[in-house]
């Protein structure tokens, strides 16, 4: 147990007189007379760096959303708050996503170890870095060390109810917690372990001040909390520092709070067990911003950056929305991707627990992205309530969708949750019609799927009751003896000063010149004409996307023929439809007649 009894602006001052070095090299700092009155600091005096976040709070159900605050975390993991409007500082341009690094001088401090902000506007005081890489980059994958801080005063008049033994349980070791949570709804991918130091029991710290530090100035913030907390973790190795403070430090009205992105949280003891609160604060750490539904920030019921769900230490096992799963990754090798500008998509969704089962097959998708570059970007999934998911408080076993601007640092908005045979549109689609979104079927058992269509009007119109795998097959008879086709992916294309990865549509534009180069001719022996027989693929291929399509969906529409035959995975595996070989295509009304030279 650690005893702490400095005042807070001492020890900043210590932390001053420590950072004798000018700002980092990495960063590109700048100031512009509408921010700061000065286009340069006074890099002659001792400057601080620190990384800037933003700092989101959760608020129970029930109970109105907290405003965002801002934090800046220097590389020691202390977390400095801003006196003032930190935004008037920062300008328009930041945001949670930026990378942005602030170097201030000492006499931007306040006496109470705030960054002031009217100080920090004196010229020469502050410079903000934008991109200057001062910020870890962001994973969410492997094994992370979290700190567990527990402050307590010297009386113990004021600690948190749990135990560092009870703290370790409660994100370790019980049937759920952190570590459980989201090791379960990663499939493994993100595991979180105890961290190790000094005065750390089983990645428990807990530090001790003076009751006096809990009763100046009309009682402890939970920003006091956890300048006091980290002030004596120094030397602690660890990527999360979860901070519990006693239920009579003020929390402004949040159970708990977390930096966007960063590594610091902090939990009202009351709070601090909930699994939800916990997986909620750690994933503000890792980039996401909350998950609303209906214009309420915390209210998608579908995800653990809402708020609903078991306040309790028990907790319920769901884990995050479509939007958020798409962007931790954890399931990115069985991610789709449509855009119904230009293309459709007709398969087949699962939950996440077919990944861990081993159930998923090749074709399916977890996570469908429809997006459009004017339109904001559609999440889809299956939200199975089996296994990790087995206690989502809404919507289970419906195919829910969201909708989310960027993968990251955005918030999130549920918009629909669909059963079998529901439709959701959404009219003039990037100019292309109505987008559809229909589940045409839903299998609820082991281990279930659901069948949906994506498309819009004007570029083609899907139905449920003409399956996939039945379409015709394109006039051709497969493969023969010495038969070919073009390779549908990239290829290693090498010439002189060139050396990069290129598709067989690229050798086309320059065929006389590029199939002289032997990597082109092997691996585009359609477009470089061989003597080798072309063929369209029999059966279906496989898209970029995951979407699974045969040659004879090119001809459904005469009047997008050319542009998907533009795609080189459609090139590749349907060239005599397509025209790669020699021979011409007439449009006779809605169907195409395909005259093949025979030479």
Not at 61 to 86: I, R
Not at 474 to 496: H, I, R, V, W
Request: hydrophobic share 35%; charged share 20%; net charge negative.
């Amino acid at each position: 147990m650690i005893l702490h009894s400095i005042a807070i602006f001492s020890l900043l001052g210590s932390f001053i007189q420590a950072k004798l070095n000018g700002p980092s090299e990495n960063a590109t700092f700048v100031k512009t007379d509408k921010l700061f009155g000065s286009n340069e600091i006074n890099r002659n005096l001792d400057l601080i760096e620190c990384d800037m976040s933003e700092v989101h709070g959760l608020a129970t159900p029930g109970n109105p959303p907290v405003p965002e605050q801002y934090s800046c975390t220097t590389d020691e993991g202390k977390a400095l708050f801003f006196d003032g409007d930190a935004s008037v500082l920062l300008g328009a341009e930041f945001s949670a996503g930026s990378d942005t690094r602030l170097a201030f001088t000492s006499q931007a401090m306040a006496s109470d170890g705030y960054i002031s902000v009217q100080r920090a506007m004196v010229p020469g005081a502050a410079a903000v870095g934008i991109g200057g890489g001062g910020r870890r980059k962001l994973t969410i994958s492997g094994t992370k060390r979290v700190l567990v801080i527990r402050l307590v005063s010297s009386s113990g008049t004021y600690a948190p109810t749990q135990s560092e033994a009870k703290m370790h349980d409660d994100v370790f070791v019980d049937e759920n917690n952190l570590k459980v949570r989201y090791n379960d709804c990663s499939n493994g991918k993100l595991n979180f372990v105890p961290a190790t130091g000094t005065n750390v029991n089983n990645g428990v710290l807990t530090v001790t001040t003076a009751d006096r530090d809990f009763e100046k100035f009309g009682g402890m913030t939970w920003k006091t909390c956890g300048s006091y907390s980290t002030a004596s973790a120094g030397g602690i190795s660890r990527d999360f520092t979860m901070i519990v403070c006693p239920n009579n430090v003020d929390f402004e009205g949040a159970a708990a709070w977390g930096s966007l992105p960063g590594s610091i949280s902090w939990y009202q003891s009351q709070y601090a067990s909930v699994p939800m609160a916990q997986m909620h604060e750690i994933g503000h750490n890792l980039g996401h911003h909350h998950s609303g539904k209906g214009g309420i920030n915390y209210a998608d019921p579908t995800c653990n950056m809402g708020n609903v769900g078991t306040w309790s230490d028990i907790g319920s096992n769901f884990c995050f929305n479509a939007a958020k799963t798409w962007a931790n990754k954890w399931y990115e090798d069985y991610h789709g991707n449509v855009d119904p500008s230009i293309g459709s998509y007709d398969g087949n969704l699962v939950g996440i627990n077919a990944v861990k089962e081993g159930t998923i097959v090749s074709g399916q998708n977890v996570v469908l992205k429809i997006k459009s570059p004017v339109e904001t970007d559609l999440y889809v999934m299956f939200n199975r309530k089996v296994g990790a998911n087995n206690g989502v408080p809404s919507y289970g076993d419906q195919v829910v969708i969201t909708e989310q601007s960027a993968e990251l640092y955005e918030i999130s908005s549920w918009t629909a949750a669909l059963s079998k045979g529901e439709t959701y549109t959404k009219s003039n689609w990037s100019s292309s019609g109505t987008l559809t979104i229909k589940v045409c079927s839903l299998e609820t058992g082991s281990p279930g799927s659901a069948r949906i269509l994506v498309y819009a009007t004007e570029q083609e119109t899907l139905s449920c009751d003409v399956d996939v795998d039945e379409t015709p097959q394109p006039p051709t008879a497969g493969p023969q003896k010495d038969s070919c086709q073009d390779e549908p992916d990239k290829f290693d294309f090498s010439s002189g000063t060139i050396d990069t990865r290129r598709p067989c549509k690229f050798v086309a534009k320059r065929k006389t010149e590029r199939c002289a180069i032997k990597a082109a001719a092997e691996y585009c022996p359609v477009t470089c004409g061989s003597n080798c027989v072309a063929y369209d693929t029999p059966g279906m291929f496989t898209m970029p996307n995951g979407r699974r399509r045969r040659c004879s969906w090119v001809l459904q529409k005469p009047d997008k023929f050319e542009k998907r035959c533009r795609i080189n995975a459609i090139r590749s595996n349907c060239p005599i439809v397509c025209g790669v070989k020699s021979h011409s295509i007439i449009p006779t009304g809605n169907i195409f007649v395909n005259l093949y030279n025979t030479n």
